[in-house]
T-cell receptor, first 111, second 111 residues
Framework: AAGVIQSPRHLIKEKRETATLKCYPIPRHDTVYWYQQGPGQDPQFLISFYEKMQSDKGSIPDRFSAQQFSDYHSELNMSSLELGDSALYFC??????????FGDGTRLSIL | KQEVTQIPAALSVPEGENLVLNCSFTDSAIYNLQWFRQDPGKGLTSLLLIQSSQREQTSGRLNASLDKSSGRSTLYIAASQPGDSATYLCAVSNAGNMLTFGGGTRLMVKP
């Protein structure tokens, strides 16, 4: 069965650079969620989209933005990267309020 | 604000033992509760989902219970195996379906 696809799997950036993470949800899933998991931390909700509209916002920094496109894939844009942004970024998708299915994550390392 | 706590933070048991992982949450107005497994540096694998109207769910050697009124859930693992070694995360969803995670229980099953 198709799963949530995230790209890239690994990304190395330097401070003050920008990064774009991509998420391709399971077909027919209409909701996408982004989570950030810092080293040794539990995942923290960042933002979600339902039918291409932002539905909820969590602890997402102002330097980050995200959107969901007409094909339902989503991108998380991160600017002015800081050392503390080094984390595993997960995308999950669901059909409405059904259980979320998680991708394998993008590991972002800031040098 | 929803807070999720997992006890113990770490657990080491010999192979074959039955064990219980605990999860508590502060806001009982949840839609559902999920238990996830996470291997080091890897993604989240959903193990069991309990809807707010349910009391328990079973899958193979795993059994999860939910006492919504007291804000508690337990994950019971029968006849533990070395392959069960991983971090187990409890997460609850409130309005909007975004998940709030506990800090996890790091399980080591020794052969």
């Amino acid at each position: 069965a198709a799963g949530v696809i995230q790209s890239p799997r690994h990304l190395i950036k330097e401070k003050r650079e920008t990064a774009t993470l991509k998420c391709y949800p399971i077909p027919r899933h209409d909701t996408v969620y982004w989570y950030q998991q810092g080293p040794g931390q539990d995942p923290q909700f960042l933002i979600s989209f339902y039918e291409k509209m932002q539905s909820d916002k969590g602890s997402i920094p102002d330097r980050f933005s995200a959107q969901q496109f007409s094909d339902y894939h989503s991108e998380l844009n991160m600017s002015s990267l800081e050392l503390g942004d080094s984390a595993l970024y997960f995308c999950a998708s669901s059909f409405g309020n059904q259980p979320q299915h998680f991708g394998d994550g993008t590991r972002l390392s800031i040098l | 604000k929803q807070e999720v706590t997992q006890i113990p933070a770490a657990l080491s048991v010999p192979e074959g033992e039955n064990l219980v992982l605990n999860c508590s949450f502060t806001d009982s107005a949840i839609y559902n509760l999920q238990w996830f497994r996470q291997d080091p540096g890897k993604g989240l694998t959903s193990l069991l989902l309990i809807q707010s109207s349910q009391r328990e769910q079973t899958s193979g050697r795993l059994n999860a219970s939910l006492d919504k009124s007291s804000g508690r859930s337990t994950l019971y693992i029968a006849a533990s195996q070395p392959g069960d070694s991983a971090t187990y995360l409890c997460a609850v969803s409130n309005a909007g379906n975004m998940l709030t995670f506990g800090g996890g229980t790091r399980l080591m099953v020794k052969p």
